[in-house]
T-cell receptor, first 110, second 113 residues
Framework: QKEVEQNSGPLSVPEGAIASLNCTYS??????FFWYRQYSGKSPELIMS????GDKEDGRFTAQLNKASQYVSLLIRDSQPSDSATYLC??????????FGTGTRLKVLA | ETGVTQTPRHLVMGMTNKKSLKCEQH?????MYWYKQSAKKPLELMFV???????ENNSVPSRFSPECPNSSHLFLHLHTLQPEDSALYLC????????????FGPGTRLLVL
């Protein structure tokens, strides 16, 4: 059974701090990795995609991928209360085989 | 995100009813997906269509019946559902390469009484 694991949280960080969200996956052949943000009662929206080892930065967000260790992380710098949401990690383990984690709930405290 | 729309947004139905969920994408994608999202559970991929052809059916009960008349429209027909089928049903689309970003619709919140 291919799995994607995330700590459900909640992860609480003060406003302005760095939030670090982690995700591990079981299928070594996974090639595509995504972070989605989901506000309560809303649908997931894409934050970052990453396909190769290393870091990828987009504004306050940095995705990090380590295929050898089978983990992908998301860093949010200068966290804002509006970042409070559930963050979903998604891994593609074959054509059309998208597998999601249960998500980590982030709370940014003002 | 208006690229993927879903109707209705909310649905309450009895176990003997028949209803349909509709999804439409305006992104020029060729792959469309149905997901189920229940509380405390990860998104569950139900069906995948690529160029109108079903490519995945993840052991979904037959009371859920998908239909994809063209690359822009996707339906999920519901009949004789159970209370445990109450969930948020999400439609998504992507390019047809099967490993690209998925874009989600707003979802249909379904309650089965």
């Amino acid at each position: 059974q291919k799995e994607v694991e995330q700590n459900s949280g909640p992860l609480s960080v003060p406003e302005g701090a760095i939030a670090s969200l982690n995700c591990t996956y079981s299928d070594r052949v996974s090639q595509s990795f995504f972070w989605y943000r989901q506000y309560s009662g809303k649908s997931p929206e894409l934050i970052m995609s990453i396909y190769s080892n290393g870091d990828k930065e987009d504004g306050r967000f940095t995705a990090q991928l380590n295929k050898a260790s089978q983990y992908v992380s998301l860093l949010i710098r200068d966290s804002q209360p509006s970042d409070s949401a559930t963050y979903l990690c998604a891994v593609v383990s074959g054509t059309y085989k998208y597998i999601f984690g249960t998500g980590t709930r982030l709370k940014v405290l003002a | 995100e208006t690229g993927v729309t879903q109707t209705p947004r909310h649905l309450v139905m009895g176990m003997t009813n028949k209803k349909s969920l509709k999804c439409e994408q305006h992104l020029g994608h060729n792959a469309m997906y149905w997901y189920k999202q229940s509380a405390k559970k990860p998104l569950e991929l139900m069906f995948v269509y690529n160029f109108k052809e079903q490519t995945e059916n993840n052991s979904v009960p037959s009371r859920f019946s998908p239909e994809c008349p063209n690359s822009s429209h996707l339906f999920l027909h519901l009949h004789t559902l159970q209370p445990e089928d109450s969930a948020l049903y999400l439609c998504a689309s992507s390019s047809n390469r099967g490993q690209e970003t998925q874009y989600f619709g707003p979802g249909t919140r379904l309650l089965v009484l």
